[in-house]
């Protein structure tokens, strides 16, 4: 009788530790479904690019526009300059919007960090050789946090 007892206790002690694991699992996959899912509400879609090789990317938070950077390959009117860069943050969501060069240079950004929606950035700018292929990244960021698009290309 007695061992019957330490038998029960050792199963019940068992069917806790199995019962307390898989609680850890179901909340662990719940909170990674929920990361995913976050992530979707985030497209990214690039325009076409110019003869002189300008373009843009607009990102897209539930399917409302929340922010655009321009690339402007050659300087335009109204003392718009070429070979640069800037970025608008459109939505009100707590987010800022970051663009930053990933090709030819590295570490130059254009950011709206810092101020609220609406607001769009000063030109990035900088001398490249005609021709020249650029790629660039557009980011949703908040904090240490960023959610950015593939590295989309034209050219200077």
């Not at 699992?25 to 110019?50: E, I, L, M």
């Not at 970051?98 to 030819?104: D, F, G, L, Q, V």
Request: aromatic residues 10%; contains cysteine; glycine residues 14%.
């Amino acid at each position: 009788m007695f061992k019957m007892h330490g038998m029960t206790r050792r199963l019940r002690s068992r069917f806790g530790t199995l019962l307390a694991a898989s609680a850890l699992f179901v909340g662990g996959s719940v909170t990674v479904g929920a990361t995913n899912a976050a992530a979707v509400d985030w497209t990214f879609s690039k325009s076409a690019v110019s003869a002189d090789g300008s373009f843009s990317i607009t990102s897209y938070y539930g399917g409302a526009v929340a922010g655009v950077m321009k690339w402007n390959a050659d300087p335009g009117c109204c003392g718009i300059p070429g070979d640069a860069f800037q970025v608008a943050d459109r939505l009100s969501d707590g987010r800022g919007m970051e663009a930053k060069m990933i090709s030819p240079a590295t570490g130059r950004v254009a950011t709206t960090r810092g101020h609220a929606a609406t607001y769009v950035s000063p030109w990035n700018t900088g001398d490249l050789a005609e021709g020249t292929t650029v790629q660039f990244q557009l980011c949703a960021v908040v904090g240490i946090y960023s959610t950015c698009s593939l590295g989309y290309g034209g050219h200077a």
